[in-house]
Nanobody
């Protein structure tokens, strides 16, 4: 089993910045993908950004150029720096870890609210 603990999030005005962090513990494979998803009210959960242990990244088109994902493999942590935030970024953000083989784990979620 894997546990994911998120921190960060909150309320910010449009154009502002926030930083989300997530620490993983438990049965973590040496090869995995960590990242962030979000779910806005009435919408499906969607990918925001992910990063492989080998450092390859994947971003949603809507956040490219504004969000940056990073990770420290030795500490099993992942961070999402969010700049130039927009009201449409408002959502619950979930940390995710997928071990090699496909087992996926989720954090409890953290609220990000961007006011216009």
């Amino acid at each position: 089993q894997v546990q994911l603990v998120e921190s960060g999030g909150g309320l910010v005005q449009a154009g502002g910045s926030l930083r989300l962090s997530c620490a993983a513990s438990g049965r973590i494979f040496s090869i995995n993908v960590m990242g962030w998803y979000r779910q806005a009210p009435g919408k499906q959960r969607e990918l925001v950004a992910t990063m492989h242990t080998g450092a390859s990244t994947n971003y949603a088109d809507s956040v490219k150029g504004r969000f940056t994902i990073s990770r420290e493999n030795a500490k099993n942590t992942v961070t999402l720096q969010m700049n130039s935030l927009k009201p449409e970024d408002t959502a619950v953000y979930y940390c995710n870890l997928m071990n090699l083989g496909g087992a996926m784990y989720w954090g409890q979620g953290t609220q990000v609210t961007v006011s216009s």
